[in-house]
């Protein structure tokens, strides 16, 4: 069934403003919030499967032009991908269709508004929450960003949202998103007029479940460019990995005349997150997407960098982008790849071939497998790399019908779903899907007894190879806080990991890792026993 659901908002105006500290505009000022309420705004829809085309699928079935496509895996393993739908130059949509195992969609719900133009959706599975993060721009509308938290899709009683304004700004761009463990992270560039006349100011927002900013830290901020320049950014993406999550940006850098790629990072740690304080001018060290103790030019020069795409996988992170870094000015693929959480990056050539130009890269990483898709010559291509990132095998097509793909920026992603594109081999364009080769870990459970026990499921398509995992107890333990290992779990299979001896005292969390995923659960431990899970 499908559900649509109207931009006409019913809700609570809030009027939130934070004080200034001394140095930069960190904590947005004047954010004013529309908190959604669907009431009676959802209609059934038609809606049904599409047919499998060999190893294309397409998702799409409005005879208007759908496109950016996102995608993401929910926390129960349904596939989920959004696409705006262009109707006419001041009238676009969003739908959200989901599949059980990628062969047959299902449209979920369609978002419109009165001002017509959604735009830029965005999508992530939160395993720790349980449900999806998922944010859109509506940029003439009085509340141009809106973020939902979604328990299931299948389900309108459980899409819950809230609509953002800053009232002196003018310009919304573009919107991403990303978690960190329960926290759904949002960022997105728009240009400030506020305090300073910043054009693409990236700004960063963290939402608890209850669709609310952590009380112990700003919750929004700025980037006032006093550290990295960043703005005027374009081309924005997030990925989290085990202990940091990093931010990337496409920045036209005015002296030069040239694309370079910022990046930036900050830790996972909610401890260290939800510190205020402690950065320059009083700034909230962690949080702040100012203050952000990693900061640099990830690549930089006399050449244009474009379209980043970064992913992450427990400590490694990857970065494709397009470059002109060549003597014939052409577009090749090229990866910075990372095996120490982005501490130090090496380069490697993903395609490079003269003087065709390859394009509009997007990336996915799963332990050390490192898929890169581009476009050449209206074409999708896939390549991976077994030794994240480090070298690359050779490229397969991935349209099956020659010339047809869209090639434009945001015209394709991937992730542990698999990847989506546009494509117009039926006479418009149309969002197409294939599965990808991938090992998909999820931490189905956690018990207690003597130690801990965690059964780890992959729900891939592929066997996952010395996967590393970890069980770590937080609390009064004397003996048995952590173990750590590596393991094969074959796809559609479950192992058990166990923790052996442990003794202690009193409330214990329990945090288990495995394969870039992350569950946690509080319990009690007497002695050599863990209770209470």
Same mark, same amino acid.
């Given at each position: 069934?499908?559900?649509?659901?109207?931009?006409?908002?019913?809700?609570?105006?809030?009027?939130?403003?934070?004080?200034?500290?001394?140095?930069?505009?960190?904590?947005?000022?004047?954010?004013?919030?529309?908190?959604?309420?669907?009431?009676?705004?959802?209609?059934?829809?038609?809606?049904?499967?599409?047919?499998?085309?060999?190893?294309?699928?397409?998702?799409?079935?409005?005879?208007?032009?759908?496109?950016?496509?996102?995608?993401?895996?929910?926390?129960?393993?349904?596939?989920?991908?959004?696409?705006?739908?262009?109707?006419?130059?001041?009238?676009?949509?969003?739908?959200?269709?989901?599949?059980?195992?990628?062969?047959?969609?299902?449209?979920?719900?369609?978002?419109?508004?009165?001002?017509?133009?959604?735009?830029?959706?965005?999508?992530?599975?939160?395993?720790?929450?349980?449900?999806?993060?998922?944010?859109?721009?509506?940029?003439?509308?009085?509340?141009?960003?809106?973020?939902?938290?979604?328990?299931?899709?299948?389900?309108?009683?459980?899409?819950?949202?809230?609509?953002?304004?800053?009232?002196?700004?003018?310009?919304?761009?573009?919107?991403?998103?990303?978690?960190?463990?329960?926290?759904?992270?949002?960022?997105?560039?728009?240009?400030?007029?506020?305090?300073?006349?910043?054009?693409?100011?990236?700004?960063?927002?963290?939402?608890?479940?209850?669709?609310?900013?952590?009380?112990?830290?700003?919750?929004?901020?700025?980037?006032?460019?006093?550290?990295?320049?960043?703005?005027?950014?374009?081309?924005?993406?997030?990925?989290?990995?085990?202990?940091?999550?990093?931010?990337?940006?496409?920045?036209?850098?005015?002296?030069?005349?040239?694309?370079?790629?910022?990046?930036?990072?900050?830790?996972?740690?909610?401890?260290?997150?939800?510190?205020?304080?402690?950065?320059?001018?009083?700034?909230?060290?962690?949080?702040?997407?100012?203050?952000?103790?990693?900061?640099?030019?990830?690549?930089?020069?006399?050449?244009?960098?474009?379209? =980043?795409?970064?992913?992450? &996988? /427990?400590? !490694? %992170?990857?970065?494709? *982008? #397009?470059?002109?870094? @060549?003597?014939?000015?052409?577009?090749?693929?090229?990866?910075?790849?990372?095996?120490?959480?982005?501490?130090?990056?090496?380069?490697?050539?993903?395609?490079?071939?003269?003087?065709?130009?390859?394009?509009? =890269?997007?990336?996915?990483? &799963? /332990?050390? !497998? %490192?898929?890169?898709? *581009? #476009?050449?010559?209206? @074409?999708?291509?896939?390549?991976?790399?077994?030794?994240?990132?480090?070298?690359?095998?050779?490229?397969?097509?991935?349209?099956?019908?020659?010339?047809?793909?869209?090639?434009?920026?945001?015209?394709?992603?991937?992730?542990?779903?698999?990847?989506?594109?546009?494509?117009?081999?039926?006479?418009?364009?149309?969002?197409?899907?294939?599965?990808?080769?991938?090992?998909?870990?999820?931490?189905?459970?956690?018990?207690?007894?003597?130690?801990?026990?965690?059964?780890?499921?992959?729900?891939?398509?592929?066997?996952?190879?010395?996967?590393?995992?970890?069980?770590?107890?937080?609390?009064?333990?004397?003996?048995?806080?952590?173990?750590?290992?590596?393991?094969?779990?074959?796809?559609?299979?479950?192992?058990?990991?166990?923790?052996?001896?442990?003794?202690?005292?009193?409330?214990?969390?329990?945090?288990?890792?495995?394969?870039?995923?992350?569950?946690?659960?509080?319990?009690?431990?007497?002695?050599?026993?863990?209770?209470?899970?």
């Amino acid at each position: 069934m499908k559900r649509k659901i109207l931009g006409l908002l019913i809700g609570m105006l809030l009027v939130v403003t934070a004080v200034l500290p001394a140095m930069g505009t960190i904590n947005v000022t004047d954010c004013k919030i529309h908190s959604i309420t669907i009431d009676g705004g959802i209609e059934p829809l038609n809606g049904v499967g599409t047919t499998i085309l060999g190893g294309n699928i397409k998702i799409s079935t409005d005879e208007d032009d759908d496109v950016q496509p996102t995608i993401t895996i929910d926390p129960v393993g349904r596939k989920i991908v959004a696409f705006a739908t262009e109707h006419g130059i001041f009238e676009k949509d969003i739908t959200l269709s989901y599949s059980e195992d990628g062969s047959v969609w299902v449209p979920a719900a369609t978002f419109s508004s009165e001002t017509g133009v959604l735009q830029y959706p965005s999508i992530v599975g939160i395993p720790e929450a349980g449900d999806v993060g998922f944010s859109y721009m509506d940029p003439f509308s009085e509340y141009p960003l809106t973020l939902y938290r979604i328990g299931d899709v299948t389900d309108g009683d459980t899409y819950n949202g809230v609509s953002y304004s800053w009232g002196e700004t003018e310009d919304y761009e573009e919107v991403t998103v990303t978690y960190v463990h329960d926290l759904l992270v949002t960022l997105l560039t728009n240009h400030n007029m506020y305090t300073w006349d910043i054009p693409g100011c990236p700004y960063l927002i963290y939402m608890t479940q209850e669709l609310e900013t952590p009380p112990e830290i700003g919750g929004n901020y700025l980037d006032g460019q006093s550290g990295v320049k960043t703005a005027p950014a374009s081309n924005i993406d997030m990925a989290t990995g085990q202990d940091y999550f990093y931010l990337l940006f496409e920045h036209y850098n005015e002296t030069t005349g040239h694309s370079e790629i910022a990046f930036k990072k900050t830790v996972t740690d909610l401890e260290l997150l939800y510190t205020s304080g402690g950065g320059p001018g009083g700034m909230d060290k962690y949080a702040d997407i100012e203050a952000m103790p990693w900061q640099f030019y990830l690549v930089t020069g006399d050449f244009d960098a474009k379209d =980043p795409s970064v992913a992450a &996988s /427990g400590s !490694n %992170v990857v970065v494709a *982008y #397009m470059t002109s870094d @060549n003597i014939f000015g052409d577009w090749d693929i090229r990866c910075a790849y990372s095996s120490d959480d982005g501490e130090t990056f090496e380069t490697s050539v993903v395609v490079e071939g003269h003087p065709i130009n390859e394009v509009y =890269p997007a990336t996915h990483i &799963s /332990g050390n !497998n %490192v898929f890169c898709s *581009y #476009m050449q010559e209206g @074409n999708l291509y896939l390549v991976k790399s077994e030794n994240g990132g480090a070298t690359w095998g050779e490229p397969e097509q991935v349209n099956e019908v020659d010339g047809t793909v869209v090639e434009e920026s945001r015209s394709t992603e991937m992730s542990d779903a698999g990847i989506v594109w546009t494509d117009n081999r039926d006479g418009n364009k149309d969002i197409y899907y294939m599965s990808l080769p991938v090992a998909i870990i999820n931490i189905e459970s956690i018990s207690g007894g003597f130690g801990v026990s965690a059964v780890l499921t992959n729900v891939g398509t592929a066997d996952a190879i010395d996967v590393q995992w970890s069980i770590k107890l937080d609390g009064l333990v004397f003996l048995g806080s952590s173990k750590e290992g590596s393991i094969d779990i074959p796809a559609g299979e479950k192992v058990t990991v166990k923790t052996g001896l442990v003794l202690g005292l009193g409330g214990v969390t329990i945090t288990v890792t495995c394969g870039g995923a992350t569950k946690t659960a509080d319990g009690t431990i007497l002695g050599p026993l863990i209770i209470g899970l």
